[in-house]
């Protein structure tokens, strides 16, 4: 065996929680029921192997009549079923009494750690794979196991001395290949991850797998390179990946620098490789719109409904608006994306108000209210009943009229029509007179990013002590804007002064916008609260990070003009949330 793998940290299981494991398996066998009772006993003896009550419990277990009569046979079609069903938790009560059975026996480990990590039990697929392993430490797909297991646990170092030992007995394994380079970038050694792919490909020209992940090593070790300022680097890196590949990773290196005009010629020469790559595109019309191509920005912006096509969300016979008089006739405006969108393009109504013809705005039930008071004149629907509207002649997404009417949105004065959403000055005056009235009142939000793209997700994200670290002697009340479950990471912090809002962050919209409107300021990383702060009016303080290509908040021209409330703080340095932290709350609370 190994020696490395004393370096393993398995999961510790404290004597409350093994206590309350031997009462449900003796309340489950006493039912009768097999699947809970071998799940909690398999759980003692995983943790405590030499548990004398978990002793007894598997041999009265093991007298039971159907657990002497069950099978194999009988056991792995219902696995394949319910694995298809993505039933997890039914997966793992059938393969822990085999487990108690054989606890190496390869299938029954690679099922059972497959199914503990779908239900977000890492921990049991790491005790199933290394009692595994210790019965059985030559077997390969015992090893993949262990290894899969520890990279999901980030124990990259072990998993990396594993997926050796493994390619040593499988060398022309390009799955093998892929998971080692995939372990090393993750350990935060990307040079090691592209020569182990770069070999692979030699092996394998042209697999796909292999090129795509060298491709998003490459990546991370420029963006790594930008970090560090140097582009020479850049330049000259040569990689053993495709030119399309090469030039998406310099591209977004050159975004860390802050070089928009050579990142924008990366992606135009990866474009020539496929002048139909949407995924390019998409990418390109960001940073075309951040440097103030609009043309060619609101052009490729297309793209986004071809890498996406979900977003679209109205297939309809009527033809889409050209910008064309209306005529008296009837359009229909249909908002797209999340609620950070709804707001961005919602502007581009007021270029509308005077045309001759009806306007319909469908929009986020969630908005409904505030935009038929904002735009008494036109008719504002909820979109998730879109393709039951009827009525309308013409119908175009926001975000195309937005590119339509660019130009002439400049041209309005922006008192016209900020703040975006009004608030009742009397709802608000109460709402903030429920909160502390002898110091500023600073709403806080430190999560953003679609849950759907974690990568996104957590390059906008910091955590809530890092948010809060340059305002830790503030004389303040920090209001929780947070949406989704973070009392945890409130309860973690324990700082008196962070407050709950009182409200479902979420779905009450009417009572968010309410609150951010009586907030002195609002801090906040890159998500809908930034987008619904601003339409407030509400002083908004927005962190964000250096690799973000997004125009709306880095092209000054957009970002002034539909968000005049709102001051960007960038990281200076990849992944350091200090000096933007500093910034801002410098800004707060120095006004």
């Not at 006993?41 to 978990?54: E, F, H, N, V």
């Not at 990689?239 to 010629?265: P, Q, T």
């Not at 997404?397 to 130009?407: E, I, P, R, V, Y």
């Not at 009004?422 to 002898?438: I, L, T, W």
Request: aromatic content about 6%; hydrophobic content about 45%.
């Amino acid at each position: 065996m190994n020696d490395v793998l004393t370096s393993i940290e398995l999961p510790a299981v404290p004597e409350e929680e093994l206590a309350e494991l031997r009462k449900l398996g003796e309340d489950a066998l006493k039912a009768g029921s097999i699947g809970p009772a071998s799940l909690a006993i398999w759980q003692i003896l995983s943790a405590a192997p030499r548990d004398d009550i978990g002793h007894i419990l598997l041999k009265r277990l093991s007298m039971n009549d159907k657990v002497q009569r069950i099978s194999y046979a009988q056991v792995t079609p219902l696995v394949k079923q319910y694995s298809v069903e993505s039933n997890h938790q039914a997966v793992l009560l059938l393969l822990a009494l085999m487990l108690l059975k054989k606890p190496d026996d390869p299938y029954a480990v690679n099922h059972f750690a497959n199914a503990a990590s779908q239900c977000g039990r890492v921990d049991l697929a790491l005790l199933a794979t290394w009692n595994g392993y210790q019965k059985s430490p030559n077997d390969p797909r015992l090893i993949n196991a262990l290894a899969t297991a520890l990279y999901e646990a980030e124990q990259f170092d072990s998993a990396i001395k594993l997926y050796r030992d493994l390619l040593d007995k499988r060398p022309n394994s390009t799955a093998v290949i892929a998971a080692l380079g995939s372990a090393q970038a993750r350990s935060g050694d990307p040079a090691s991850a592209m020569e182990t792919l770069s070999g692979g490909l030699e092996q394998h020209p042209g697999d796909a797998d292999l090129m795509l992940r060298l491709g998003l090593v490459s990546k991370s070790y420029l963006l790594r390179v930008a970090g560090a300022g140097d582009s020479t680097a850049i330049e000259q890196a040569n990689f053993n990946i495709n030119a399309r590949e090469a030039a998406v990773a310099k591209a977004a290196a050159y975004v860390v620098l802050g070089d928009f005009e050579k990142s924008v010629s990366e992606l135009n020469s990866a474009l020539e490789w496929n002048p139909k790559d949407h995924d390019v595109r998409a990418s390109l019309a960001n940073l075309q719109l951040m440097v103030g191509d609009y043309d060619a920005g609101f052009s490729n912006y297309s793209a986004r409904f071809e890498l996406e096509p979900e977003l679209r969300l109205l297939e309809s016979e009527k033809p889409q608006y050209t910008g064309a008089p209306l005529d008296g006739k009837t359009l229909l405006v249909w908002g797209e994306q999340g609620l950070g969108e709804q707001i961005l393009f919602a502007p581009a109504l007021e270029v509308m108000l005077n045309e001759p013809g009806r306007i319909i705005f469908a929009t986020d039930s969630r908005l409904v209210a505030r935009y038929q008071e904002r735009y008494p004149d036109v008719k504002v629907v909820d979109r998730s009943n879109l393709h039951s509207l009827s009525g309308f002649d013409f119908q175009i997404s926001a975000g195309d009229l937005f590119a339509q009417k660019w130009q002439e949105l400049q041209l309005l004065p922006g008192d016209l029509w900020h703040p975006l959403l009004m608030s009742d000055k009397e709802s608000v005056a109460e709402c903030r007179a429920s909160f502390p009235m002898d110091r500023p009142l600073i709403g806080v939000s430190w999560r953003g990013g679609r849950r759907d793209d974690p990568s996104a997700a957590a390059m906008r994200s910091l955590e809530l002590k890092e948010l809060l670290s340059a305002a830790v002697n503030a004389q303040v009340t920090f209001v929780n804007l947070q949406y989704g479950d973070c009392a945890a990471e409130v309860r973690k912090l324990g700082d008196a002064r962070l407050v709950d809002s009182g409200i479902d962050n979420f779905n009450d919209i009417d009572s968010l916008l309410q609150l951010m409107a009586a907030c002195d300021a609002v801090v906040t990383v890159d998500n809908a609260n930034a987008h619904l702060a601003a339409a407030v009016g509400t002083d908004t303080h927005l962190v964000v990070p250096k690799q973000l290509p997004s125009f709306r908040w880095k092209n000054k021209a957009i970002q002034q003009l539909i968000f005049p409330a709102v001051t960007v703080h960038e990281q200076q340095t990849l992944g350091d949330w200090s000096v933007p932290a500093i910034q801002c709350w410098k800004a707060v609370l120095e006004g």
